[in-house]
Structure formats: C-alpha cells, structure tokens
C-alpha cells in the first residue's frame, strides 16, 4: 500500500473511500468474534471504539510506564516472523473457496485450477487493503513500579486518522489476573493480581478482573489467543517495509486511582498522562505487493506427438478491494507468454487470439480471453508455458499476476512395412541363376523418423554390407530406404525358391516396430517336346466384356515317343482340368497324336486393351523326361464412355472421412489418379496438422461394374482430418480417367456440425 507522511495525504479521495470499506468490512466481522465477558479474571479481548473515542478527556498518553514492546519468539529460533503467529484456519484470498474452514484439513483450500493448496490454510494479508485474522503473544513491559488495570489497545482499521489507536476501532485486552505464562528463553512468570491487598485509594478491590504488572514479573508474556479470538485487522503498510502496521496503546492506573475493572471497556487511564502509543507499532504478518490473479487452462491437456493447436483460456481478476482502484492492463505488453510471446497476436505458433489490451478490470472484475497455439514435441514430454498479467492500479501502482498450463505430449506408436521384390521372378532348370532382390523398408509412421537397426532374410542371413543395404539408417517421416542384394537360386524343375526379408525398426522413443515381406522365384523346365496351339473366338468386343471360347491344341511332335499330357493350365483360369470339354491325363501317340479342348469363360477389360492370357501344356514322354509347351490368344476390348461417383461422409471432429470412389461403367476398367479436398488437398498427404492420417493411396484400378456386391468395381479409404469450425463443409473430388484419355470428376462434400 502507498505509505502517507501526514494526515493531508490521508485525505485523499481514494483512501478514505477504502477506509470506509473496510470499516463497514470490520464492522461487520469483527463484531461477531467479540467474546462474552469472562468472569474469573483470566483476560479478556473484544472489539470496540478506541481509547480516546472510550474516554474523550485529550489524552497526552506523555507517559512511558507501561508498553507494548513487540511480538514474542514463541518458537525460540531468534527470528520474529510470521512462524510466530497463529493465523485463523480458513482459506485465504486467491483460493477458489476463500473463507471456508480449513482447521481440520489444510487441504480443504483449493486452487484456481481445483487442486489442493494447503499454503492458502489461514487469513494472512495477500495485498494491501486485505484483512488478516490472527493471534499473536505480546510483551507487554514496565519501565516504574507495579500498575493496575493494563488495557491494550490496537487500531485494525488502518489507522485512517493518522493518531494510532487513539480514535477508530480498536482490539481492547486486558491481562490476566491468574495463571501463569512461559517467557520464550522458557522461564515461567506469573500473571498479576494487586487489588486484593493494595493500600490507599480504593483498595481493596477483590471484585476488580482486569490484570496487573509489577517489577517481580515483568516483562509479562501474553498469549491473547488464550481469549479464543483472533485480532481481524486491515492489510497497511505505511512505511513501506512489507510489514503490518498495527497502532498500538497501553493504559494503566496507580493506587489510588485503581477503579473497579471488569471488562476492557474499563481499563481507561488513570489521568490524560497514564497511557502510552506507538503509531509505529507493527506485527511480523507480510504483506505482499498487490497482485492479479491469473488462472490459465489449456484444452485439451494432452495430444498426440508431433504435435497439435491447443486453445488457452486466461482469466485475469483484480483482486483488490478498492471499489475505485481499477487495474489497466498494459498496452502493448500486458499479456505475454514466457514460450508463445504477446498472446494478443497471431504471430509464430499462435494461430488464433481473442486477447487484446488494454484492457481496464474493476476491482473483483475479471477480464477471460483465449489464445490458440501449436504445441509441438516428442512423445512423453510435455511443455509448461506461463502467461503473465501487467497493468498499473489508478494509484500508479504496477501490478502483476501469472499462471501456467501443463500439456503433455503423448507417443504414437511408429509404423513400417517392408517389400521384397526379385528380377527376374522365374529361371530354367540346370546350373543356379542369379537374381536380384530388391528390398524396399517405408517408414509409415504419422509421428515420428524411424532407425532401422536390422535387415535380415531368412535364406540369406544378415544383408548389412551385402550388396548396398547397410544398416542402422535414418528413415524420415513419409520417406524409405531402399537397397539390393544378388543371390544365387537353384532348385528342380517346376520347383520355386520363396524367401522373407525382416525389417526392424524403432522411433526416438525407443519403441519398436517390426515387418516381413517376401519373394518367390520360380525354376522353369528347361525341355520342350510338344506344341501347344491356343485360339479364342471371337477375337474382338466391345467392353466391358462377353463370353470368349478359347481352343486348346495340343501336338506331340516326337517322332518316336508318346507324350502323357497330365498338366493343362491357363495363366489366367487355371488348372483346365475339367473346365469344359478339358481332361487329363491324355496320352497322344508319337508324330500324329493331337488332343483339342476348349473352354468358354467371360473375358473384361478396357476399351482398346489386349487381354492376353497364356496356356501351357506339361507332361512326359516314354522315358520319363518332362516335356511342356505354352501358347497364347489375343482379345482386343472396344470403348465405352466412362461413368463414375464418389460419395463422402464426415463422422467426427476429429474427422474420420469414408470415401468410396465407384466405377459407374459396365464397359471397362478405370483407373483412379487424385483425391483432392477443397479444404485438405490431397488426403493421400499425411501433415500432421490437418490431416492426421489416411489410408488413401493412388493411382488405384477399378474394375467394371459387373453389379455384383463386394465386388473391384470400388475404391474405398479412410482418412481423419481436424476440423475447427462449425458447421464445416468441405469436398472431395476424384480424378477417373479410362486408357483412351478420357476423365471425369466426381464430387461429394460432407458436412460435420458440432458445438
């Protein structure tokens, strides 16, 4: 509080209207903890107008006889501090339940943020002006001879008339008459009682309640918590020390003069000079600069790594009590952020702000804005930023006040898949082949780089430093490494050689992910004995397709041997082995032996295409020895225009989108090149921003609608998108196009509304 050198500086406007709050504040509360009367001599405190107010006469109060010299070290470590004051057991200000009874369970007070914060257990000044509630054991020392009737006064209103406890209201005690009290260097002293054996005057006086001091116990030590009240007094600070300023006075009388007391309101002087008063008084309760109360909360408190906005509400309330000290928040530095910066812009990671300055709050008012910011980090960490509150009161105060929000970045599990591919995929029978495998290791994590940490086939063993691949390898987020190695493969005829490559692999978080992929190579016969002749009827139609009879014969061209066809097989449909007028084994004598058979099956594709497919007859001749021939047909497919649609359905806020891309045409298969969003762009992209993840991909092939369901005429795919406003629309368009050239380009939009 501001400090005031004399009484003109007390008259200010603004003060005396505080005085008056608090008046009315003290007259209220402070009423309610006067104590009955006792009756047995131990004491009294109660709450009442002040000495000069109780006893108008111009009271010099010249006198030194009898003083309040300090507040006791009760707990004897040689600091008087607030560790020597008992504070009321409520919560104080700043907690969200201030006033509540807090003596059985510290924890009872409560944050701005609904947690337990025991440190808000008990009134003590939170800034000036506040009241503080409090007991504390007061020296009270004798600088003459014994005197009767001490009365203690303290002004709790804040002294607004610049005389101490003179006039006001005032916590009037008397000491004890019985008892006995513990100095803190842990000698015992015992409390006074003179009227019942004194001389002259009225004396005796066994009826007198009011305590006594005398040079065999002085000074006396006491405790005015033993009244089971507790001094409610105004937050001031008038030198500025950060200590309470609580006025004090001290009464007494002499024999002869010794009135019968009874209650505090009877301890008067004995004459204007029998009294004395420290202006100056003051009790170690710390009174902290005025300050605002910042309550910020993130939401949501958590997200997933990379990454995501989160939105920050602020609260700011001005706290005082001066119902005509506004707080002006600063302009343009009134808000900041120890991470995002002044929150009342859109500026770096801050993509949204309704905070602005300045911004003037009334005292209990509370000024609430929001800020949106991009929180970024790896999985398990979390990041803790504090906003801070600047301004200045009317009275040319700087004030302040911060909070902070936690957000916690959650590990999304990382992802890989692996594809083995070998050049070429078959070899003849004989000496061993080489072959290339190619291996291909995709880090499809939506988080995180991956380190690949082992590469290894099941026949070839650890491929690190065979060929290219080495490992470890970095593989960024969305990207792959790549490598290929050269092996030998050998088998029997007909036979195949089928090995699995394992990728391993693990994210900055240290979890691991693993996947296989495979490739077959097949060994071919290297001995041909017979012809195979293949004809399809008709040879040409339109798309999407008809029924084609395709002719299978089969010629032994051995000029000795007969040849048993026990294997006929078509590339496309199969073993041919009871498919139409097809059956083996056949067995075809040497030079003329023929064997014809025919199959009719339903033949699609697109338009200008050739559908090739590929017979081969396998069997032996006399003396065992394999023998095979392979013969192919042709069938050209006409165009049809191209017909397609997509439909899109919005199913949350985090968005999951169903897209399904259908083939309209019966007439040929499409191929489906882009899905591009209005709002998102391609949704085959995962950001990690707007689009969290999909499992979209192009190009993709349709076939032609045949009207079946389930069946390849349709593309379907997911992709979960973050949407920020409602109702919010948006539309996915497809690129279709057919082999001639031909495009079109469905649309859907879908709609999400949410509060």
Request: proline share 5%; net charge negative; hydrophobic share 35%.
């Amino acid at each position: 509080m501001k400090r005031y050198a004399n009484l003109a500086q007390l008259q200010d406007t603004r003060y005396w209207l505080l005085i008056a709050a608090i008046l009315c504040l003290l007259a209220g509360a402070l009423t309610g903890t006067s104590q009955a009367l006792a009756q047995d001599g131990t004491g009294d405190t109660i709450i009442d107008s002040c000495m000069d107010d109780l006893f108008p006469g111009n009271l010099g109060c010249t006198a030194n006889d009898v003083r309040v010299s300090g507040v006791a070290d009760v707990t004897g470590d040689g600091i008087v501090n607030e560790a020597d004051i008992t504070f009321e057991p409520v919560c104080d200000v700043g907690a969200s339940n201030a006033g509540a009874d807090c003596s059985l369970d510290p924890n009872t007070c409560l944050d701005g943020n609904g947690n337990a914060a025991p440190a808000l257990c008990g009134d003590k000044c939170a800034f000036p002006g506040d009241t503080t509630s409090f007991a504390a054991t007061f020296e009270v020392l004798l600088s003459a001879q014994e005197r009767y009737d001490i009365g203690l006064y303290f002004g709790v209103d804040g002294d607004p008339n610049g005389d101490g406890a003179l006039t006001g209201i005032c916590s009037i005690s008397t000491l004890p008459e019985v008892g006995s009290f513990t100095r803190p260097d842990g000698t015992s002293g015992d409390f006074v009682d003179l009227d019942t054996d004194c001389n002259g005057g009225k004396c005796p006086q066994p009826e007198d309640l009011c305590g006594d001091i005398d040079n065999a116990n002085n000074p006396i030590f006491y405790d005015l918590s033993q009244t089971g009240n507790y001094i409610t007094a105004v937050c001031v600070d008038l030198d500025d020390n950060g200590l309470l300023n609580l006025p004090s006075c001290t009464s007494w009388r002499q024999s002869g003069a010794n009135e019968v007391c009874l209650e505090p309101t009877d301890a008067f002087p004995g004459s204007p000079s029998k009294c004395n008063c420290d202006p100056d008084f003051e009790v170690p309760i710390n009174i902290p600069p005025a300050e605002l109360l910042v309550v910020k909360t993130a939401t949501p408190v958590t997200v997933n790594e990379p990454g995501a906005a989160v939105k920050f509400d602020v609260a700011v309330t001005n706290t005082g009590i001066d119902p005509n000290n506004d707080v002006t928040l600063d302009d343009p530095n009134g808000l900041l952020d120890d991470i995002y910066g002044d929150i009342t812009q859109v500026q770096g990671d801050i993509v949204s702000t309704t905070c602005s300055v300045p911004q003037t709050i009334t005292p209990g008012g509370t000024y609430t804005c929001s800020f949106t910011a991009n929180v970024a980090g790896e999985g398990g960490d979390s990041e803790t930023d504090t906003v801070t509150a600047s301004g200045e009161d009317d009275n040319g105060n700087d004030i302040s006040g911060s909070d902070d929000a936690t957000v916690g970045i959650i590990d999304v599990l990382p992802a890989i898949s692996v594809v083995k591919t070998a050049t070429p995929t078959s070899v003849k029978e004989g000496a061993g082949k080489l072959v290339t495998f190619m291996v291909v290791v995709n880090n499809d994590s939506v988080a995180d780089a991956l380190t690949l940490t082992s590469l290894t086939d099941d026949i070839h063993g650890n491929l690190n430093g065979r060929g290219d691949c080495s490992v470890t390898q970095s593989i960024a987020l969305n990207g792959s490494y790549s490598c290929s190695f050269t092996a030998v493969v050998d088998g029997p005829a007909f036979s195949s050689e089928t090995d699995t490559v394992t990728a391993v692999g693990q994210d900055n978080e240290g979890n691991e992910v693993m996947d296989t992929d495979s490739a077959t190579v097949t060994i071919l016969d290297d001995v041909a004995m017979i012809e195979l002749i293949k004809t399809a009827n008709p040879t040409s139609f339109n798309e999407p397709g008809t029924d084609v009879t395709y002719t299978f014969t089969v010629n032994n061209l051995s000029n000795v041997d007969a040849v048993t066809i026990n294997s006929l097989t078509d590339s496309i449909y199969g073993d041919l082995d009871g498919q139409g007028t097809c059956s083996v084994p056949q067995v075809l004598p040497h030079t003329t032996g023929t064997y014809t058979c025919s199959i009719t099956v339903f033949v699609a594709g697109d338009a200008g295409d050739s559908v090739l497919n590929l017979a081969t007859a396998k069997g032996v001749d006399d003396d065992g020895q394999p023998v095979m021939a392979s013969d192919d047909a042709t069938v050209n497919i006409l165009d049809v225009p191209p017909a397609a649609s997509l439909s899109k359905t919005a199913t949350m806020v985090v968005t999951t989108y169903d897209v399904k891309v259908t083939n309209d045409s019966s007439a040929e298969a499409l191929s489906l090149d882009a899905l591009n969003d209005d709002q998102f762009g391609d949704i085959t992209i995962i950001d990690g921003v707007t689009i969290l993840s999909s499992t979209c991909f192009v190009p993709q092939t349709l076939e032609p609608n045949d009207g079946l369901p389930g069946g390849l005429d349709e593309y379907t795919c997911t992709f979960d998108a973050k949407v920020s406003t409602s109702p919010h629309t948006n539309i996915l368009t497809g690129t279709v196009s057919d082999n001639e050239g031909g495009a079109v380009t469905p649309s859907d939009s879908a709609t999400v509304t949410f509060e």
